[in-house]
Nanobody, 120 residues
Framework: QVHLVESGGGLVQPGGSLRLSCAAS????????MEWYRQAPGNQRDLVAA???????NYVDFVKGRFTLSRDNAKNTVYLQMDSLKPEDTAVYYC??????????????WGQGTQVTVSS
């Protein structure tokens, strides 16, 4: 059994910052890519940023220069530092990870989501 747990969401004023965390736990043999998605009400779930096991990152255009993704492989945790937040960043943020378990099965696991609200 594998679990992803996100934390760090909340209410912040425009221009402010938040740091999201996503910790994976359970029968984990290895973790490949870890990604953050977001979904605003009435919208589809969109990719925000991705990081490989070696630390290579990719960002979608609307967060480039404002969001920074990092991971701690020893802790099976990925972090999303969000700066210069805008009201349009308001959404539920979801973490996902491509995980191989100890019984050699590979799946994409998702967290439960954490709400980020940017408002004055």
């Amino acid at each position: 059994q594998v679990h992803l747990v996100e934390s760090g969401g909340g209410l912040v004023q425009p221009g402010g910052s938040l740091r999201l965390s996503c910790a994976a736990s359970g029968a984990i043999f290895s973790i490949n890519a870890m990604e953050w998605y977001r979904q605003a009400p009435g919208n589809q779930r969109d990719l925000v940023a991705a990081i490989t096991s070696s630390g290579s990152t990719n960002y979608v255009d609307f967060v480039k220069g404002r969001f920074t993704l990092s991971r701690d492989n020893a802790k099976n945790t990925v972090y999303l530092q969000m700066d210069s937040l805008k009201p349009e960043d308001t959404a539920v943020y979801y973490c996902c990870a491509d995980i191989t378990t100890w019984n050699a099965r590979s799946f994409r696991y998702w967290g439960q989501g954490t709400q980020v609200t940017v408002s004055s």
